[in-house]
């Protein structure tokens, strides 16, 4: 079946805009990831949902950042007013459900440039 | 906190040469190891998983690993490298307690295989 999607795969937004990034879990995954990868830093983990459990927010930088996640699928990851430090690739992943032998897939990610 | 570090940051080796990337995490419960790789353009796939039982772990493409508890250390190693190897490593660590389902990241080692 189909992966992880993710759009839009580029943007580019000035500094201080708002953005939505969104991230499409592959069918019947109750787990979902936002990770965001930096040049030289490697992959930081963002915030994780499980079913309707309350996510774990404890990797967001700062409260411009949020996520949803409507009806246990897709999911929203909002930066408000936007800072150059935010340039990074956001990739999304998913896993069938949370702990134990689970393989989380990755997305192809959404590269974000703020100018 | 957990950490993951990976001691190269960028690898050359020549077609057939053996690899050995290093990878040390911090950490003093059960952990579940991983390495993903990302090559050119594709999406971060999973290589290779550590959960339990033998501590040699073997991966996808000829790839292994060997989990050393009391080195705190999962390798990843290769008997010949091929170019097609040519990719970013990323070592990682997940608590094994189930209380997070998280992943912790090493930033990564660029392996460029020249033919």
């Keep these: 079946g189909a992966g992880v999607s993710q759009s839009p795969s580029n943007k580019v937004t000035e500094k201080g805009k708002d953005v939505e990034l969104r991230c499409d879990p592959i069918s019947g995954h109750t787990a979902l990831y936002w990770y965001r990868q930096s040049l030289g830093q490697g992959l930081e983990f963002l915030i994780y949902f499980q079913g309707n459990s309350a996510p774990d927010k404890s990797g967001l930088p700062s409260d411009r950042f949020s996520a949803e996640r409507t009806g246990g699928s897709v999911s929203t990851l909002t930066i408000q007013r936007t800072q150059q430090e935010d340039s990074a690739v956001y990739l999304c992943a998913s896993s069938l459900y949370s702990g134990g032998n689970n393989e989380q897939f990755f997305g192809p990610g959404t590269r974000l440039t703020v100018l | ?115």
């Design chain 2, 1 to 115: 906190a957990q950490s993951v570090s990976q001691h190269n940051h960028h690898v050359i080796l020549s077609e057939a040469a053996s690899l050995e990337l290093g990878c040390n995490y911090s950490y003093g419960g059960t952990v579940n190891l991983f390495w993903y790789v990302q090559y050119p353009g594709q999406h971060l796939q999973l290589l290779l998983k550590y959960f339990s039982g033998d501590p040699l772990v073997k991966g996808i493409k000829g790839f292994e690993a060997e989990f050393i508890k009391s080195k705190f250390s999962f390798n990843l190693r290769k008997p010949s490298v091929q170019w097609s190897d040519t990719a970013e490593y990323f070592c990682s660590v997940k608590s094994g307690g189930g209380a997070t389902n998280k992943l912790i990241f090493g930033t990564g080692t660029l392996l460029a295989v020249q033919p």
